[in-house]
């Protein structure tokens, strides 16, 4: 089955720097990569998702590539705010709609 | 957008009783939907997928005995955690998907079992 690793586990950047978390993921046959944003004791809310046709994709402050050979793909914020501060999961789906999640990236924007 | 609601938010239970929580698709019809389990600063691991009108899926490791799985409409879907224990206690969320939005998270039920 899948197996999705992330890294780092925590981040810690100052505000206005830029942030990149980095997946892996392991089935070839993935090809649906979403991100998601959770705050404490909150829903995982999606913030960006990529397709296995696309190399990379961008929405305002955050942009997600992907590189299926390698199968890794990475989730990058610019510029960087408190707000921004949460726990981010990436995801690859193993079947229709079943998401194997990432362990999860701690990051702390300081102010 | 789509709307998956998730009751109870959280529930304190004695050791040995059982909890129920729902999960409800508000505006969609949903034939399969996911329970997943989160321990603290921890990631999201998927117990079951719940299809409606037959058994659920579980994933490797995951006690259907212990966590009871009924998706007897189209709207909602159950997990029953039986004879609960300290060791249950965990953050509960399920989700469902949408066909025009996808993939979408129920507000999750934090389970403390004492």
């Known amino acids: 089955g899948e197996n999705v690793e992330q890294h780092p586990s925590t981040l810690s950047v100052q505000e206005g720097d830029s942030a990149v978390i980095k997946c892996t993921y392991s089935?070839?046959?993935?090809?649906?990569f979403p991100w998601y944003k959770q705050e404490l004791g909150k829903r995982p809310q999606l913030i960006i998702d990529?397709?296995?046709?696309?190399g990379e994709k961008k929405d305002q402050r955050i942009a997600v590539t992907l590189n299926k050979t390698a199968k890794h793909f990475s989730l990058h914020i610019t510029e960087t705010q408190p707000e921004d501060s949460a726990v981010y999961f990436c995801a690859a789906d193993s079947g229709t709609y079943k998401y194997i999640f990432g362990t999860g990236t701690r990051l702390k924007v300081l102010a | 957008g789509a709307v998956v609601s998730q009751h109870p938010s959280w529930v304190i239970c004695k050791s040995g009783t059982s909890v129920k929580i729902e999960c409800r698709s508000l505006d969609f019809q949903a034939t399969t939907m996911f329970w997943y389990r989160q321990f603290p600063k921890q990631s999201l691991m998927l117990m079951a997928t719940s299809n409606e009108g037959s058994k659920a899926t579980y994933e490797q490791g995951v006690e259907k005995d212990k966590f009871l799985i009924n998706h007897a409409s189209l709207t909602l879907s159950t997990l029953t955690v039986t004879s609960a224990h300290p060791e249950d206690s965990s953050f509960y969320i399920c989700?469902?998907?949408?066909?025009?939005?996808?993939?979408?998270f129920g507000s999750g039920t934090r389970l403390t079992v004492v």
């Open positions: 989700s469902a998907n949408d066909s025009l939005d996808g993939y979408t």
């Open positions: 990529i397709r296995s046709n696309v």
């Open positions: 089935d070839s046959a993935s090809n649906y």
